[in-house]
């Protein structure tokens, strides 16, 4: 029985993922990027990303473009796999009624 | 832009609506059916039911079967509206990438 991820599973987390589970698999966004894209503060995503990096669900490097400090994130093989996982799972509550557990 | 709805999104929520949602519009489920269902303890459930009931997405109803108090409940036209959306916004992020706000 497939089981939600509640490290995936809040709101902002789920976007950030599926958002860089659509990337390529060498790609990665950049922090302001998702923030605008999100609609959130760099404080809240900052947090949800280092939830996400703790569970090795996704990658953080950061580097000078020129002279400015910035910062990419990438999903990692994986953050990929538990976003499919995850997917999976809510598949089965939103479309079979399934009941399974959380983790 | 369909937005997540944290009343529902949180796990045991989400699939106490799908659960509700399942069923025919006059149609309602036992409390104990739901807390095996769910595999959660009396007081866990309780508490999620009381979030739902106070946002109006379920009715809760005691009656006594025979000599026993039993709990009922269902969802209402506002609860399976909610999770209607609720559904599509997430249906939006996992399909389509999509990156909506959070309300």
């Not at 923030?35 to 580097?63: C, F, M, P, W």
């Not at 002279?67 to 079979?96: C, D, N, Q, Y």
């Amino acid at each position: 029985m497939a089981e939600l991820d509640r490290v995936i599973h809040e709101p902002v987390r789920l976007r950030i993922m599926a958002c860089l589970d659509a990337l390529n698999p060498k790609e990665q966004v950049d922090f302001v990027y998702l923030r605008d894209l999100l609609a959130v503060t760099d404080g809240n995503l900052g947090a949800h990303l280092q939830k996400l990096e703790e569970a090795g669900y996704i990658s953080v490097k950061k580097r000078f473009v020129g002279r400015k400090p910035k910062t990419f994130i990438s999903a990692t093989t994986k953050g990929r796999a538990a976003f499919g996982e995850h997917v999976e799972a809510l598949r089965g509550i939103i479309e079979g009624g399934e009941a399974g557990g959380v983790s």
